[in-house]
Every structure is written in C-alpha cells, then in structure tokens.
C-alpha cells in the first residue's frame, strides 16, 4: 500500500465516523468532517501532508501524489 492509498483511506473513514458520530452523539461532530475537507484542499494545493511525513518514516512506500 502507498502513501496516497493509505492517506485517502484514512480520510474516508474519519469522514464516515464524523458523520455516525453526528447522527448519534452531537452535530458538534460534523467540524471533524470540516476539518479533514479543509486538509485535503490545503494537501491538494501544497501537496504537504503531516500523516504523509509520518508515513514515509515507518518505510511505506511513496506514491504519485505526495513525493
């Protein structure tokens, strides 16, 4: 699995749970989901990405997006 594999994969998930956790708990939730949607623009534009750096530290591989 690549960086930009795992990255969106992490993505989709933290998304999925902001909104069961939006329509179980509080709509406070749904700023988890803003929060990520505001990082993938800023990722897209600068292609920086914290969770990117601490991946390519444990050894996985690099993908097309984030060198």
């Known amino acids: ?3 930009d594999r795992f ?3 992490f993505a ?13 708990a509080s709509p406070w939730w749904l700023l ?3 929060f990520i949607g505001v ?12 969770l990117v750096k601490i991946l ?6 690099p993908g097309e997006i984030f060198r």
């Open 12 to 24: 989709g998930i933290v998304v999925l749970i902001s909104a069961l956790l939006t329509w179980a």
């Open 39 to 50: 990082h993938l623009i800023q990722a897209s534009f600068t292609g920086f990405c914290p």
């Open 56 to 61: 390519k530290s444990t050894g996985l591989k």
């Open 1 to 3: 699995m690549s960086t």
């Open 7 to 9: 990255f969106m994969l």
């Open 32 to 34: 988890l989901a803003v």
